[in-house]
């Protein structure tokens, strides 16, 4: 059975860190503000590159980036990642919560783009993730697969 994860809030906690890169770029996050595409929140591309400047290059925010219980299952049984940060954001999210990469990453992915690749990842299988709309959305559209929220 193939196990896959998404990868902020899941496997690692790196809220508080994105929010604190938010708050210096400028931008008031609101609640619920994590796991969504910044664009439907914040209308302001400068303050939106400022943040992952920000994100990249500040130690107080980078040091904020943490592993959570979840990463021992993955060293365990490793699978596909699916995460909508880009591959820049991405990766140094995965070197500073020094996770391992054991099995193919896709980044940028969608709510949509993600059940989409995982209908062709596997027949059967666990998704992991922190967000429950997509939790949901594995349950209800992809019979074969088990959704755990974390
Ligand atoms: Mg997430």
Same mark, same amino acid.
């Given at each position: 059975m193939l196990f896959?994860?998404?990868l902020d809030g899941t496997l690692v906690d790196n809220k508080a860190a994105?929010?604190?890169a938010y708050?210096?770029?400028g931008a008031n996050p609101p609640? *619920?503000?994590f796991g969504k595409p910044w664009h439907t929140w914040l209308d302001n591309d400068l303050i939106h590159r400022a943040k992952?400047?920000?994100y990249l290059t500040d130690d107080a925010v980078g040091n904020m980036i943490r592993r959570r219980w979840l990463c021992k299952l993955?060293?365990?049984?490793p699978g596909p990642i699916l995460t909508g940060a880009s591959p820049v954001s *991405?990766?140094?999210?995965l070197y500073k919560a020094s996770l391992e990469v054991k099995g193919p990453i896709y980044y940028g992915q969608s709510r949509e783009a993600k059940l989409a690749l995982l209908q062709k990842l596997g027949m059967v299988g666990v998704w992991f993730d922190d967000d429950p709309l997509m939790?949901?959305?594995v349950k209800r559209e992809l019979s074969g697969w088990q959704a755990v929220q974390v």
């Open positions: 896959a994860y998404d994105v929010e604190l708050r210096l770029a609640e *619920g503000f992952t400047d920000i993955y060293d365990a049984k *991405g990766a140094f999210t939790c949901e959305m």
